[in-house]
């Protein structure tokens, strides 16, 4: 016999399987979300693993935090061997870096993002370093940490710096060597030339006074024969001045006669210093531009040697070395401490030694210099090309 459910008793049925229902697909959206939850873990864990930068967690452990996971890149940054401080606390691994510790629990107690640049000695390799730090909280016990290795841009930066230094102490080394070559011609023409043109002009007018007045022929003659000597001597004067300037050897005859003729008018001033050659090369190995360039630095070097080093043995080298030209000028003389030039950056000094003169004629025509010197060691200038 089939009983009636009361109506009251019909809809409450209908509103708990309603309700069933709705627990039913709260659970299945439950799962989904759950589901997606992992699924970004997930990817976010891919990302920190996978991200360029080397990256550490650290996770809060009482007053301290260990070294809880890191990604690839910190891998290969440490070589491996991030991986034997798994756990460690930052007290031990930041020992000597109170200032690391600090911006760990300041970031942490704060909530914020903290950023520093500093010289950093890897816990890993003991290696110097330049690394940006950034640290950032990571809910609920964590910080990451990103280390960004920027060493060779700040030693690009460095060297950069550097070479705008040296360039703005060529470029007022190269305006004073204009000014003081235009006063050096000056002073040449002046006490040479302009003395021997004054003495030549007297006794002209001299020998132009007898002969009108008829005073004294015998005497006019030998006027012309000493204003014949002055001018020979003025023509003599002339020429060095050239010879100085540009020696016409070199265009006349090439780089090797005058690399011999040079060596042989520097021994014959300074007797007491024996100049040594050895040339290697044929005139048709060195190319027209780079003569005069390897003219100059071997003048330079030579005066250098003559003038400051004590040197009594110099010894020329010009010859192929691993496919490149290489001018060397050594002399057995004082030396000089360049490693204090260099670390003062004495511009004097190597003004006055013409160092920056020979650098610069060697780079502007693709070579390199290098000198090596120590006190008491002699001195040994080395260009290539």
């Known amino acids: 016999m089939n009983q009636k459910l009361d109506p009251e008793t019909t809809d409450d049925v209908t509103v708990l399987r309603k309700r069933i229902a709705e627990l039913e697909d709260s659970e299945i959206k439950l799962k989904q979300m759950e589901k997606m939850?992992?699924?970004d873990k997930e990817r976010l864990k891919i990302q920190f693993r996978l991200t360029h930068i080397p990256t550490i967690t650290w996770q809060k452990k009482g007053d301290d935090f260990i070294v809880a996971d890191y990604n690839i890149t910190m891998e290969n940054f440490t070589e491996g061997l991030i991986g034997n401080f798994m756990d460690t606390p930052a007290s031990i691994i930041y020992k000597n870096r109170p200032d690391i510790q600090a911006d760990l629990n300041t970031c942490f107690n704060k909530h914020c993002l903290i950023k520093r640049e500093t010289p950093y000695r890897m816990f890993t390799r003991e290696i110097e370093k330049i690394i940006i730090f950034t640290f950032t909280y990571m809910p609920p016990d964590s910080v990451i940490t990103h280390m960004e290795d920027i060493t060779e841009r700040k030693i690009a930066q460095q060297r950069l710096q550097t070479s705008e230094k040296q360039l703005r102490a060529l470029s007022a080394q190269l305006?004073?060597?204009?000014?003081?070559?235009?006063?050096?011609?000056?002073?040449?023409?002046?006490?040479?030339?302009?003395q021997y043109l004054t003495a030549i002009k007297f006794s002209l007018e001299t020998?132009?006074?007898?002969?009108?007045?008829?005073?004294?022929?015998?005497?006019?003659?030998?006027?012309?024969?000493?204003?014949?000597?002055?001018?020979?001597?003025?023509?003599?004067?002339?020429?060095r001045i050239m010879m100085d300037l540009r020696p016409t050897i070199l265009d006349d005859l090439g780089i090797l006669a005058t690399i011999s003729w040079f060596c042989r008018?520097?021994?014959?001033?300074?007797?007491?210093?024996?100049?040594?050659?050895?040339?290697?090369?044929?005139?048709?190995?060195?190319?027209?531009?780079?003569?005069?360039?390897?003219?100059?630095?071997?003048?330079?070097?030579?005066?250098?040697?003559?003038?400051?080093?004590?040197?009594?043995?110099?010894?020329?080298?010009?010859?192929?070395?691993?496919?490149?030209?290489q001018l060397t000028i050594e002399d057995n003389g004082k030396g000089f401490d360049l490693k204090q030039v260099a670390r003062n950056y004495d511009i004097s000094v190597l003004e006055g030694l013409g160092l920056m003169s020979m650098l610069e004629r060697a780079e502007h025509t693709g070579g390199t210099l290098k000198i090596r010197t120590a006190l008491g060691k002699g001195t040994s200038i080395i260009a290539s090309w």
């Open 265 to 325: 008018e520097l021994q014959a001033v300074y007797s007491d210093m024996h100049v040594e050659q050895d040339i290697q090369l044929k005139e048709e190995d060195i190319s027209e531009p780079l003569k005069i360039i390897i003219y100059r630095i071997l003048q330079e070097a030579l005066n250098n040697a003559a003038k400051h080093s004590s040197a009594d043995h110099v010894r020329v080298s010009l010859k192929k070395e691993k496919d490149k030209i």
């Open 37 to 39: 939850i992992q699924v």
């Open 207 to 239: 020998t132009h006074q007898h002969l009108i007045e008829r005073q004294d022929i015998s005497k006019a003659v030998a006027l012309l024969d000493t204003s014949t000597n002055l001018l020979k001597q003025t023509i003599d004067e002339v020429r």
């Open 175 to 194: 305006m004073n060597v204009e000014e003081r070559q235009k006063k050096h011609i000056s002073r040449e023409l002046h006490d040479s030339i302009g």
